[in-house]
């Protein structure tokens, strides 16, 4: 069931089920915590699974013009203060692993586990800094195009035309997003630092799960930062949404973590 905290005037959305040891989900760029719920019925048997909808994103409202990774982190740590977490694993997708990063940095001792699905410690490249800035302004000529041509594209081309019925329902979702909420989380994508560091020197479990032909995090350059971190690594098959593209694979891999 939705429930909502006021954090700084606005409204922060989440879910909270099962009884245990506390794991959050954070969602990606342009998702909500509704991609979680295949997740969520498989972890709510054992643990306190908590997704949360990041700034701008789901039913969470905008927070000012730009939405940070420390600031999406600060909003997660207000709902597990409401709700009396002292501490929790974190399992983020794409943003949602930047947000979880940005989480251990500034809250190291309420963190447990790390698991990064489909994303990256590293900040973003020049060239992919002046294709946020593009993005910006596509949005503002033609949101919902924008929006279909984002989704579509991290996706494998086999895994797009089966996964057809699931791609629609993210972008039906997506566009009902204010574009100003969008821009906000692009500039916090776009100015997000390193934080190679933060998972270095991180005590607690960690954990990489790659797609082999992810378009968006370069698979070599994930699996040198894995090693580099000295974090477990797992590899599926297909692109940046594994979540969906290799459902089974990622319950088998949750359930030996937690």
Partial sequence: MQEYISYKNIQIAFTAEGKGETIVLLHGFLESSTIWKNVISLLKETHHVIAVDLLGHGKTDKLGYIHSM???????????????????SFIGHSMGGYAALAFAEQFQQKTEKLILLNSTTVADSEERKENRERAKRLIKQNKKAFISMAIKNLFTDDTRDRLRNEINELIDEAVQFPSENIIASIEGLKNRKDRTEVLQQFEGRKVIIAGKNDPVVPFKEIQEIAEKTHSAFIAFEDGHMSYLENREELMEALKKIF
Avoid at 72 to 87: F, G, I, R
């Fill in 70 to 88: 420390g600031t999406m982190a600060e909003t997660v740590n207000a709902v597990l203060s409401k709700l009396k977490v002292e501490k929790a």
